[in-house]
């Protein structure tokens, strides 16, 4: 675990320290800790990613911002069914190497403690499923993720390369209220007109960010330049033996297993 995270910049076995993350993430929808993976680390998970790029798979379509299926009762230009565009690709969990720094850091018990403080639950889980634990996305030049709210309450993820220029993660806190039923379809369609006003959250590699995306819409800008934009995502659940739908994978991996 030391040998990948910084623990005397982050030292996550703390609660103290665990406890000023969690008002950090209450208060902002968001928490970016830099310098959180060593250098050595990321380069080993770089240099691995780069071997792979024959394996990413880019599901090369459109989709709403609610991530469902367009409701055909309603007009395409209704903010429920407009369409944004996601070309970034991704590697799924089983193409991740076994001896990938990212898979001891996923797994480790000191880790997932400080992610259980810091979002104020319980226990995590892996994914029950071979694909959805641990992602690296790739995006270069003109890829991108469009704007989005995530089906899961929180996000972990870790950049691993910088484009030169553009891919700037832009956010719009609290603009639905999913258990609610409240969909903000004005200020939806504000975001989607470019009207609204947005939040950049910048960072660099090796930062830990953890992210309240369920509610807050989000997008990931489209890479400039020849440098590939690379991101470990951590997925997580706060049930054990939860797997994503045969649809659900298909979608996002082009297959189920
Ligand atoms: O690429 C990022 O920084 C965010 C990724 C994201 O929003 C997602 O995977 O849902
Ligand atoms: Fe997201």
């Not at 193409?95 to 104020?120: H, K, M, N, T, W």
């Not at 899961?152 to 030169?164: D, G, H, I, R, Y």
């Not at 997008?219 to 991101?231: I, K, N, S």
Request: charged residues 20%; aromatic residues 10%.
């Amino acid at each position: 675990m030391s040998t990948h995270v910084d623990v005397a910049l982050h030292p996550i076995d703390d609660p103290k320290f665990a406890a000023r993350c969690k008002a950090t993430l209450d208060a902002n929808g968001a928490l970016v800790l830099e310098g959180f993976f060593r250098a050595e680390s990321i380069e080993k998970i770089v240099a691995q990613s780069a071997t792979q790029v024959d394996g990413v798979f880019y599901a090369g379509s459109t989709h709403n911002v609610y991530l469902t299926d367009a409701d055909e009762s309603l007009p395409p230009d209704h903010p429920f069914n407009r369409q944004v565009v996601s070309s970034k690709g991704l590697i799924a969990d089983d193409q991740v190497p076994q001896d990938s720094p990212l898979r001891e850091v996923y797994g480790s018990a000191i880790f997932q403690r400080f992610l259980c403080d810091v979002l104020g639950i319980d226990a995590i889980y892996p994914y029950a499923d071979s694909l959805s634990s641990i992602n690296v996305h790739f995006a270069d030049a003109g890829r991108e993720l469009g704007w989005h709210f995530d089906n899961s309450s929180f996000a972990v993820t870790m950049l691993l390369q910088k484009p030169e220029g553009g891919s700037r993660f832009e956010y719009v806190a609290n603009v639905r209220d999913a258990d609610a039923g409240e969909m903000g379809f004005d200020q939806v369609g504000s975001v989607l007109d470019g009207q609204a006003h947005v939040d950049v959250l910048d960072f660099e590699p090796g930062a830990l960010v953890l992210f309240r995306g369920r509610n807050s819409m989000h997008r990931v800008t489209p890479t400039e330049g020849d440098t590939t934009r690379l991101l470990a995502v951590f997925a997580y659940n706060d049930e054990p033996d939860v797997r994503l739908s045969d649809s659900a994978l298909t979608t996002f991996f082009g297959r189920t297993s």
